[in-house]
């Protein structure tokens, strides 16, 4: 089939289900402000490489993390005390490492600075959000992502320092629970989130849950400095 190719004046997506195979919905357009709110808002996000056109997914299956099931080892929960956290704070660092920090089974980074200027614009508005691990004041782990009404829809991490990330997420799922979220959006399946506890539905159960979340209200409560 051919990829639908969007265009720059007009917001609008084809409808997630329509995409390929692969997971493709759409290819250019733009990351405007407005246009990654869409997205987000019909469960599509942007995923393409340094100098390639934008392209737009909605794979099926998608990885989700329901916050109840979430697997918090002794292990972890111990790692977890190595650590405190901060809410939105130092976030072009924390965006500028998960692009930096080499990656097992994976060469370069799909997380370019027109990629890091475009998040960084949304989480000027509210829109993204991040928790960071840090030691002695120095940060050390973290990640981000975009917020739809209750959905996380979890974007990357990066870890220096064992566990630092896995610990960061955990805090997350912690938090994520007592503010009323319903879910995690993790996008594309990885044996890493698998073994802590996300899932594989089909897109279609994953749009109707968006559906129901994305309405959803809540206070803005993530300007936490601090999370022991």
């Not at 292990?75 to 692009?99: A, P, Q, R, V």
């Not at 829109?127 to 782990?141: A, C, F, N, P």
Request: hydrophobic residues 35%.
């Amino acid at each position: 089939m051919n990829i639908p190719k969007l265009n720059k004046y007009n917001l609008e997506f084809p409808h997630a289900t329509t995409a390929n195979k692969d997971g493709i919905v759409a290819w250019g357009g733009d990351l405007s402000p407005s246009r990654l709110i869409k997205a987000y808002q019909n469960g599509i996000f942007p995923w393409y490489n340094k100098d390639d056109p934008i392209i737009w997914w909605s794979p099926d299956p998608r990885l989700i993390m329901e916050l109840d099931d979430f697997k918090l080892s002794r292990s972890l929960k111990k790692s977890m005390k190595k650590f405190k956290y901060k809410f939105d704070t130092d976030f072009i660092e924390i965006i500028s490492n998960c692009g930096s920090t080499p990656r097992d089974k994976q060469n370069g980074t799909w997380i370019s600075d027109e990629i890091i200027e475009a998040y960084s614009t949304l989480y000027d508005m509210g829109v993204v959000h991040s928790i960071g691990s840090y030691q002695d004041d120095k940060l050390v782990g973290g990640l981000y992502g975009v917020v739809v009404g209750g959905v996380f829809c979890g974007e990357s991490m990066f870890s220096h320092v064992t566990d630092a990330s896995k610990s960061a997420y955990a805090t997350l799922i912690q938090h994520l629970k007592e503010w009323g979220y319903d879910f995690v959006d993790a996008q594309v399946p990885t044996q890493h989130l698998k073994s802590l506890g996300a899932k594989e539905v089909a897109r279609e159960y994953f749009l109707d849950r968006l559906e129901k979340a994305k309405i959803k209200e809540l206070k803005q409560i993530w300007k936490i400095k601090k999370s022991k």
